[in-house]
């Protein structure tokens, strides 16, 4: 259980207000030394309340008792006024001691703010002091530094003196209001002693920038010290930059640079030889004039608050490359993305001086750098360049895929050994389309054609040109060249498409990454990758339809070919040739084109393939040679049943339908051996044994008991 709390502990004694003989001035000065008048007066109206809450809880608690006193109480209003009497006297000398409280504490707010106030103004005064003291001071110093010879190392002291009385000469001004009176009539002179304290450093760093790196770093550091940054990078750029610009970049030194590299092909200097020449200028300059201040100040920690990159340095080469050279226009596609890469170049120079990531940000997002990337015409180029890569595209889709427009016969180990090292190689693949696709993807990315800031556009090409051989690929075998097309013609395409399914994703991944040189960000990378690969899958969906038309050419010449054993009927009907022992003579030549086809040089499919190939022909041939020999044994035998219902030669019949079933068995059973003789098991064959079981003689048949199996 938690104790009950006792009466909060006052600042004076409570018996010491039920002394009637001591007066409240006494009991006042008593206590105001053990707290202050704010004090003492909230623990007077603490004790109020306690004696209103004790006197109320007295009555609440004999309350019953009082009510039983009945008639008792003679007088209750009497007795009311008595306790009353005492509490309203009590009441108003607590008042008293307030109200005296409240004027005590009064008056010394009123002093402490006078205090304040007093403090506020000698504080202001010492201010001005020091600010008039250090106003001579800078002064007088600013004498000594005239004094002083040029470049004496006497005066180089003095004035980095100069620039820390300066400095705490700008504090004191910043504590001071700029509105007073003192600071009003103090302008002038300040104004004048800031301008030549800025023209002394300004001197100093003139003659610093021509001066070894120990005086350099004393003057910028004194100028970082005076605060006077913005003045020394303005001075460098009017002093160091300008100069450069006005005299270097300018289009008759850059043309005349131009004509002296080209020697004999001076007359063929175009905009993109005018910018190289003066990335050279430029690259000169910033390595000799530039990097000495800007790699100072990165070395020194004092000093990283300047900024002559973004400040100095690359807003006057941008505006003197756009109002001096004329290369910015996209007519010539070539001679854009020269003059692109050159000013990507130059603008790297620039970027290498930035040392801190924040500085690479802001020459990154300079007002001035947007606008000279806004000047490039890049949308003008890259139209320039897609009707060159889909023109030449487009042409070599209108050829019929064929070996007539292809390279023939089988590529040498030479060729294939420096052309597998090659990312994009066309001459891996033999289909003019194909190697159109091939080079124009490769011409996307190539170093001359492709530009960074078009990677969304070249992307969205590459995935364009992919779609459209697609297409062409899938509308063609369809409707116009696949149906006339031979077999190992087909074999070409599907050549070229398994090649390309299984190196392009690799192979433009590669070349996306050695484009960018390595600077866009993995999520880009990984999408580009993506849709690559949706768009190789559309491509690698198209081989098992190839496959299938390969199997079809192949399959109906051979069927063409078993359309001769309709001849057997005529050998045997109606003659007295005897039974046959061996089979036909058309029957070696049924899987000729199947066996042309796999061992024809130019046709380079894979032997998985070719494999597949083989099965899908001879069971569309075992096929065809089901349906053909079922009718032919179907008409034999309607034949033999209506001459047998009309009683004309029976057995003559009979023994012509033996002879026929015979030779077709034979001829089968050939037709098996060649089907092992490729490498297939003919008795797993489902069609095969469908045709056998057709062909096969009765056990009863003539000469055919002993020949029970193929």
């Known amino acids: 259980m938690m104790e009950a709390k006792g009466p909060r502990k006052l600042c004076f004694e409570r018996e010491a207000l039920q002394n009637r003989e001591q007066s409240m001035s006494e009991f006042v000065s008593v206590v105001r030394v053990k707290a202050p008048l704010s004090t003492l007066r909230d623990d007077l109206q603490v004790h109020l309340d306690e004696i209103s809450d004790e ?35 009590l009441r108003e000398e607590v008042e008293v001691i307030l109200a005296s409280f409240e004027s005590d504490i009064e008056q010394l707010l009123k002093i402490l703010d006078k205090r304040s106030q007093h403090a506020s103004k000698r504080n202001l005064l010492e201010l001005c002091l020091r600010i008039s003291e250090l106003v001579y001071k800078c002064e007088r110093l600013l004498k000594e530094v005239e004094a002083c010879d040029g470049q004496s190392d006497e005066r180089y002291r003095i004035l980095e003196r100069t620039a820390a009385v300066s400095s705490q000469l700008d504090f004191c001004l910043a504590k001071v209001d700029k509105n007073s009176k003192y600071v009003v009539a103090l302008t002038p002179r300040l104004g004048k002693l800031k301008t030549h304290v800025r023209e002394q450093l300004e001197q100093w760093l003139k003659e610093a920038l ?181 023109n030449t595209f487009e042409d070599a889709l209108k050829s019929t895929p064929s070996l007539s427009t292809s390279s023939t016969g089988v590529k040498g180990a030479d060729t294939l050994e420096t052309t597998a090292v090659r990312i994009l ?94 600077k866009l960000p993995s999520e880009a990378t990984t999408a580009i990758d993506n849709a690559f690969s949706d768009a190789i899958e559309n491509l690698a969906s198209l081989k098992p339809d190839l496959g299938e038309r390969i199997s079809s050419v192949i399959s109906k010449g051979c069927i063409e070919t078993l359309q001769t054993m309709r001849g057997i009927l005529a050998t045997y009907r109606m003659t007295n040739r005897p039974a046959p022992t061996q089979y036909s003579r058309f029957v070696p030549n049924v899987l000729k084109p199947l066996r042309q086809f796999l061992t024809d040089p130019e046709v380079t499919l894979t032997e998985s393939e070719k494999n597949k190939i083989l099965k899908e022909v001879v069971e ?91």
């Open 55 to 89: 006197i109320v809880g007295q009555i609440q608690g004999n309350f019953s008792s009082f009510m039983s006193l009945g008639e008792a109480v003679s007088d209750v209003d009497q007795l009311t006024d008595e306790v009353l009497e005492p509490l309203e006297k």
């Open 210 to 390: 021509t001066a070894d790196k120990d005086l350099l770093l004393r003057a910028l550091s004194a100028i970082a010290i005076a605060g006077i940054i913005s003045a020394a990078e303005d001075l460098f750029q009017s002093e160091v930059v300008k100069p450069f610009v006005s005299t270097k970049l300018k289009m008759s030194v850059c043309s005349t640079l131009a004509e002296e590299r080209m020697g004999n092909n001076a007359e063929s200097v175009t905009t993109a030889d005018i910018l190289e020449s003066a990335e050279i200028l430029i690259g000169d300059f910033v390595r000799e004039k530039c990097n000495p201040v800007t790699s100072l100040c990165d070395s020194e920690e004092r000093l990283r608050s300047f900024d002559f990159v973004n400040n100095a340095i690359w807003p006057e080469i941008e505006s003197g490359i756009e109002s001096n050279l004329n290369v910015f226009s996209p007519g010539i596609a070539d001679v854009f993305h020269k003059s692109f890469m050159g000013a990507t170049r130059i603008f790297s120079l620039l970027e290498k001086l930035c040392s801190t990531a924040e500085k690479l940000e802001t020459l990154q997002r300079h007002k001035q750098t947007v606008k000279f990337w806004r000047r490039w015409s890049l949308p003008v180029y890259f139209q320039l360049r897609f009707q060159e890569v889909t």
């Open 425 to 518: 190689s066309p001459d891996l693949y033999r289909l003019q389309a194909t190697k159109a696709l091939v080079s124009a993807l490769r011409k996307c990315w190539d170093d001359d054609v492709f530009l960074r800031p078009l990677t969304h556009k070249f992307l969205k090409l590459s995935l364009q040109l992919l779609a459209r051989y697609t297409t062409w690929t899938k509308k063609g075998l369809e409707e116009s060249w696949g149906t006339d097309m031979l077999a190992k013609d087909v074999s070409v395409v599907f050549s070229d498409v398994e090649t390309l399914t299984e190196r392009l994703q690799a192979e433009l991944a590669s070349v996306v990454r050695m484009g960018s040189n390595g």
């Open 620 to 710: 569309l041939t075992v096929t065809g040679y089901y349906e053909l020999a079922k009718d032919l044994l179907l008409n034999v035998r309607q034949t033999a049943d209506t001459l047998r219902r009309l009683n004309i030669g029976a057995a003559g019949n009979n023994a012509e339908m033996d002879k026929i079933s015979m030779q077709l068995y034979l001829d089968v059973r050939k037709f098996g051996s060649d089907i092992n003789e490729l490498g297939l098991d003919s008795d797993k064959s489902e069609a095969y044994q469908k045709l056998w079981d057709c062909v096969k003689p009765e056990p009863a048949g003539v000469g055919v008991g002993e020949q029970d199996t193929n």
